[in-house]
């Protein structure tokens, strides 16, 4: 885990960590912040996590808006958006797994929707994203929160939420451990030279 003092601490097999549990905690607090900031509130907003540890992140998101603006029910926020049949590499990896799309009972029409991903790198998840949004209804708007952005972007996507820019090269690996999934919060950067 980080020490807190901003310098990366040395993590598992080589890999550095750039964000432990207390940081990645205010970065989502941050994110929150600025959701309620820029929508004027909560209460259109919807967030659609992608899995897999974008949909933890989404509920951790709409735990801290509902403590931040009371009122708010936290489980009517969060949905998830399972991508798979909408990305544009599934005759280079086949063999994926269909994960579950559940949108809050409202539904999204007319509401403003919140993409959440845990990391942001060429867009083409996010791309997915989008066209799945088109199958769901017609949001207001469609905005993009992110853990990490890490660069390398091969299409015109910005998030507008970011915990933590990370410039990277293409030969390092990001990865986002979560305790819902992998019983730790940490942030890794392995491989390339630093």
């Known amino acids: 885990m980080s020490s807190g003092t901003g310098a990366p601490a040395e993590g598992a ?3 550095t960590v750039v964000l432990g549990e207390a940081e990645i905690a205010r970065a989502l607090t941050r994110i929150a912040h600025e959701v309620l900031e820029r929508n004027k509130g909560g209460s259109d907003v919807v967030l659609l996590g992608i899995p897999t540890r974008g949909l933890p992140l989404a509920q951790r998101l709409a735990t801290r808006l509902a403590e931040v603006e009371p009122g708010l029910d936290e489980s009517a926020l969060v949905g998830s958006l ?3 049949m909408y990305r544009d590499d599934l005759a280079h990896h ?3 797994v ?7 009972h409202d539904g999204i029409d007319g509401k403003v929707v919140v993409l959440v991903d845990d990391v942001l790198y060429s867009g083409r998840t996010i791309r997915a994203a989008l066209d799945a949004i088109n199958d769901l209804g017609r949001p207001r708007a469609v905005q993009l929160a992110v853990l990490v952005d890490r660069g390398h972007r091969e299409l015109p996507i910005r998030p507008d939420f970011v915990g933590k820019n990370l410039p990277t090269s293409t030969s390092e690996r990001v990865r986002v451990l979560l305790a819902e999934t992998d019983g730790q919060d940490a ?3 392995s491989g390339g030279a630093r």
């Open 13 to 15: 097999a080589g890999s």
């Open 82 to 84: 399972d991508v798979t």
């Open 94 to 96: 086949p063999t994926r």
């Open 98 to 104: 269909i994960g579950a799309t559940n949108v809050p």
């Open 187 to 189: 942030v890794l950067i």
